[in-house]
């Protein structure tokens, strides 16, 4: 029982110490004042109200929109059929693509950064253009994760020949078969992309900058000019994130239950 009661105590702090700072920018992006007192002094929108009648930040809101879905659209257009036909006809070369997500990993954003100025600055690349690039390959591991185990929850192999056999030439097994049986998936891995490309500060903070403003480097510049108009990005930001999470979420126990069936 006393080691019961240690765990919960100890998960109780552990939900304070993760969730009170979060709550504590949520209410800041409320408060008319809050200086000498344990809760804010009053509540009001305007700093939310203020914050949307910016221009820069709904300019700043489109480019991340814009550079965050511009990468996943590609990722999707060029990197799944790729997943698909290695994972579907072409196995063995699976343990490529497995380690090209393991480099993933191995090149933090400032490295990153730095070679794709060394690499691109002088060669008449927009270094925009290369940032998307990177951008595309950084969410390879979500989006060959998400492809891989659709096709695995479904038996896409199996899918593909009972429709051939069927009567289905391989296009129409593919778009009318396949691709309706493992889009959640799919989906659930775009979202997850998207919403971690949307929050990326390195890389394009470093390599293009003011330039290109994006929601992160507005927020930046606001923490040093109005603590409430940033916390009233960072609320937008989680509100936009939760709703993330919750499509991911059902779209995941979706894909579960197509598997059960």
Do not use: C
């Not at 929108?45 to 996943?72: H, N, P």
């Not at 927009?126 to 659709?150: K, W």
């Amino acid at each position: 029982m006393k080691k019961k009661g240690f765990v919960d105590l100890f998960f109780v702090f552990l939900l304070l110490y993760l969730f009170l700072p979060i709550l504590a920018t949520m209410f800041y992006a409320f408060a008319t004042n809050w200086n000498k007192t344990v809760l804010p002094e009053g509540l009001t929108f305007k700093w939310i109200a203020t914050l949307f009648q910016d221009s820069r930040f709904i300019e700043a809101f489109g480019r991340s929109v814009l550079l965050s879905g511009g990468a996943v659209l590609l990722a999707l257009l060029f990197i799944v059929p790729a997943i698909f036909v290695i994972v579907l006809y072409f196995p063995k070369y699976e343990k490529w693509i497995q380690a090209a997500v393991v480099m993933v990993y191995a090149f933090p954003g400032v490295i990153l950064a730095v070679g794709l100025i060394r690499a691109y600055a002088h060669i008449g690349v927009p270094m925009i253009a290369a940032v998307l690039g990177a951008y595309v390959i950084s969410i390879l591991p979500y989006i060959y994760q998400g492809t891989r185990n659709s096709l695995r929850n479904v038996n896409a192999r199996q899918l593909l020949d009972a429709a051939e056999l069927s009567g289905a030439s391989k296009a129409q097994a593919f778009s009318k078969v396949l691709l309706p049986a493992v889009y959640p998936g799919l989906f659930a891995g775009a979202l997850l992309s998207f919403s971690v490309l949307f929050g990326e500060f390195v890389l394009i903070n470093l390599v293009v900058g003011s330039r290109f403003e994006t929601v992160q480097i507005y927020l930046m510049k606001k923490l040093s000019t109005s603590g409430h108009i940033a916390s009233s990005v960072v609320f937008v930001y989680l509100v936009l994130m939760g709703i993330l999470t919750f499509i991911i979420s059902m779209l995941t126990k979706r894909s579960k239950g197509a598997q059960k069936v």
